[in-house]
């Protein structure tokens, strides 16, 4: 029998769906453990309401503890020889218990995974592999293969869920989940490879995560993104209590992916400032290098985070605090792209006393990280290389008042292509290329060369 464990918490909306999933299996000697973890909406009556008097499911509820003390109360209980763990907001497919299961009698694996299939707020779906750095499908033939776990770093693609995998219970014997802990799910998976050198995979992606859920962990963005170095300690120790060889190598590359994971949800600059000036202090004190090469999804932008280094400094030229720059501070207030200072210049006029300058520090103090400066006519530096000069920024943006940002993916792409590319200048294509950033942005080192050396 396999016992499949459904954690539920403030997921009315999503776990009727969830548990539907698991009724419509093709595999059907199965009992699902539901542990209400003190939810506080309608998620119970959902619950009741989709398993109707079906008697393979049990429901258990307990008092609020986190997603890891729900798990934990299933696993207490858990009667089957193989076991799983579906998060309430997701959804399997038919074949997932039936594939998984096949895998580990196939293969003698302790534990098998599948690739997943990622379900969007906007109702389109993509697939991965569930192996970070390969596309999907992972392997060309549809039956299980088996991944061999001989050095940590065969380890790290591998997605560090509990979900999207199936476990022969004398594999997780004795283990539990850390509680009061955010990504809990790491420490159990690197447990759960330190004790096996092997890994069972079917290539479907059977495994069906809802992304953009509101109160979902992984967006969250507080402080609570600072435990991700707790949890990478923990998974040093589990490392460091094997004879397998590749953990420094390996902890490197599994630092950064996480490190950077955990960037994707922070939009206040603040709290980005602060977590990758941690970051860079984590990566400084376990004599780590930031590691982003094995896998083409991990922002080397985020690198320069990590390396003490502020990616982009936007100049602009505004003489009045009037529409047009509010309309374009407003635009940079809305960028999905944080990782930038602004520095605003305007001509001094001495007969202001002062007056201008004010004002338009009055207009930008709501605007995050803005500088303003005033050029005087007479001044020895031309009035963007001054201003340029006072931002240690890797790149630069010159705007005008009146400009607008794209609010899309287009300035960050084209950072990181200049990153990856080493590329000292970004030209804007024709207006007739959509997606395309609309204006030039300049290496700040190059432009320093172009101009003797201002900086």
């Known amino acids: 029998m396999v016992s499949i464990i459904v954690p539920v918490y403030n997921v009315a909306g999503y776990v009727g769906a969830c ?70 907001d997701d959804r399997i497919a038919p074949s997932y218990l039936a594939n998984l299961l096949g895998a580990l009698v196939e293969t003698g694996a302790y534990w098998a995974a599948c690739g997943v299939r990622f379900c969007l707020a906007n109702g389109t779906a993509f697939d991965h592999p569930a192996i970070h750095g390969r596309t999907h499908p992972a392997v060309d033939h549809p039956g299980p293969a088996i991944f061999r776990l001989d050095d940590w770093t065969d380890v790290i693609p591998h997605f560090p869920s509990a979900w999207n995998k199936l476990y022969r219970r004398e594999l997780i014997a004795g ?19 330190r004790r096996t050198d092997r890994l069972a995979y079917v290539p479907e992606p059977l495994y069906w995560q809802t992304q953009g859920r509101e109160g979902q962990i992984t967006r969250e963005s507080s402080e609570r993104v600072f435990e991700q170095f707790d949890v990478l300690e923990l998974i040093d120790r589990t490392m460091a209590a094997s004879q397998r060889p590749g953990r420094e190598r390996a902890m490197a590359r599994i630092a950064t992916r996480l490190v950077f994971e955990r960037s994707l949800a922070i939009s206040d600059p603040d709290l980005r400032a602060r977590f990758a000036e941690a970051g860079r202090r984590y990566f400084e004190r376990r004599g780590l290098t930031y590691a982003p090469d094995w896998d083409r999804d991990i922002s080397r932008l985020w ?36 990782d930038f200072e602004t520095i605003l210049l305007y001509t001094d006029d001495p007969e202001d006393e002062g007056a201008r300058h004010a004002a338009l520090l009055a207009a930008t103090a709501e605007t995050d990280r803005c500088t303003v400066l005033r050029h005087a006519p007479d001044a020895a530096l031309p009035a963007l290389e ?21 609010e899309d993916k287009s300035l960050r792409d084209t950072l990181e292509w200049m990153v990856r590319k080493e590329a000292d200048l970004w030209a804007p294509p024709p207006e007739t290329q959509a997606g395309a950033f609309p204006y030039p942005v300049f290496r700040r080192a190059y432009l320093c060369d172009a101009t003797a050396g201002w900086s």
């Open 19 to 88: 548990l539907d999933s698991l009724m419509r299996q093709t595999f059907e000697d199965f009992e699902v453990i539901v542990v209400d973890d003190g939810s506080t909406d309608d998620s119970l009556i959902a619950v009741w309401n989709a398993i109707g008097l079906d008697p393979r499911f049990h429901v258990v509820t307990r008092p609020n503890g986190g997603l890891s003390a729900a798990r934990n109360t299933g696993l207490r209980i858990a009667r089957g020889a193989y076991i799983g763990f579906i998060d309430s």
């Open 303 to 338: 690198g320069l985070l990590i390396s003490g280094e502020l990616p982009l400094g936007i100049v602009m030229r505004a003489e009045e605090p009037d529409e047009r720059l509010a309309r374009t501070l407003a635009s940079l207030a809305r960028s999905p792209f944080r």
């Open 175 to 193: 283990m539990e989940f850390v509680e009061g802990i955010y990504y809990e799910d790491h420490p159990f998976f690197y447990e759960c490879a």
């Open 386 to 406: 001054q201003a340029a000069a006072a931002t240690d920024a890797v790149f630069l943006l010159f705007l005008t008042a009146g400009d607008t940002l794209p």
